[in-house]
């Protein structure tokens, strides 16, 4: 064999080197490929239970904190409701029978001074009125510009009947008049805010009180409360 011949096979068998697979880092990489899935499906083994005990507990944790949570209280409308008729304008040639009239306020009009009284009437049936006469009496037209008497039929309820003043009334507005069961000796009115008016007794008409009361005008009672219980000592 020539020195020429001799490089040349010196330089196919180094490049067959070079092109040969390392077999031996084929098998290993193989295998590291197999065994992962392996590794992946064990720990699939243990995540998903534990995942379900996590919810279970999250549930569990939710349900406790609903349960032991105190419920919000919504404070309660105090009293009853006042369900009363609504007054009604009648002239007074028709009315008869008419009591003793109990004196409820004084309040300057559009002509005169007036002066407002509670007063009740049998005819045309039982009602309770509320006038206004002049404190000084005119010849004529004293009555301009008052709705006198405004008569609201009776109820069988613990109050009566009632009437709350207003602009051009026989009572003036910011005033309330109440007949009230002869059994009741504290009233308390509310109005849709829940504002309270303290009511006071300023007589009688046959058995029953007359209670007069300061109230929000445009915003009149309509809820009440009758001898309300003491606050226990220390409250």
Do not use: H
């Amino acid at each position: 064999m020539t020195d020429l011949e001799r490089e040349l096979a010196e330089t196919l068998r180094e490049q067959a080197g070079k092109v040969t697979p390392n077999l031996d880092a084929a098998w290993a990489e193989q295998q590291r490929r197999q065994r992962r899935p392996q590794r992946r499906r064990r720990a699939s083994v243990w995540i998903a239970p534990l995942a379900a005990v996590l919810v279970v507990l999250t549930s569990v944790l939710v349900v406790t904190r609903v349960a032991t949570s105190p419920t919000p209280v919504t404070p309660a409308t105090p009293g009853q409701e006042l369900r009363l008729a609504k007054p009604e304008y009648i002239s007074p040639m028709i009315l008869g029978g008419m009591g003793e009239p109990v004196a409820l306020t004084d309040f300057v009009g559009q002509t005169d001074t007036w002066a407002s009284y509670a007063v009740s009437a049998k005819m045309p049936g039982n009602l309770f009125c509320v006038e206004a006469l002049p404190k000084k009496p005119t010849p004529a037209g004293s009555q301009y510009g008052i709705e006198s008497p405004s008569c609201v039929r009776l109820s069988t309820g613990t109050v009566r009947a009632g009437y709350v003043g207003k602009t051009g009334g026989p009572l003036p507005a910011g005033k309330a008049v109440y007949l009230v069961d002869p059994a009741v000796r504290q009233l308390r009115l509310y109005d849709a805010a829940g504002d309270l008016s303290q009511a006071k007794v300023v007589g009688t008409l046959g058995r029953d009180r007359v209670f007069l009361a300061d109230v929000k005008p445009g915003s009149p009672p309509v809820r009440f409360e009758v001898n309300p219980t003491p606050a226990p000592p220390g409250r």
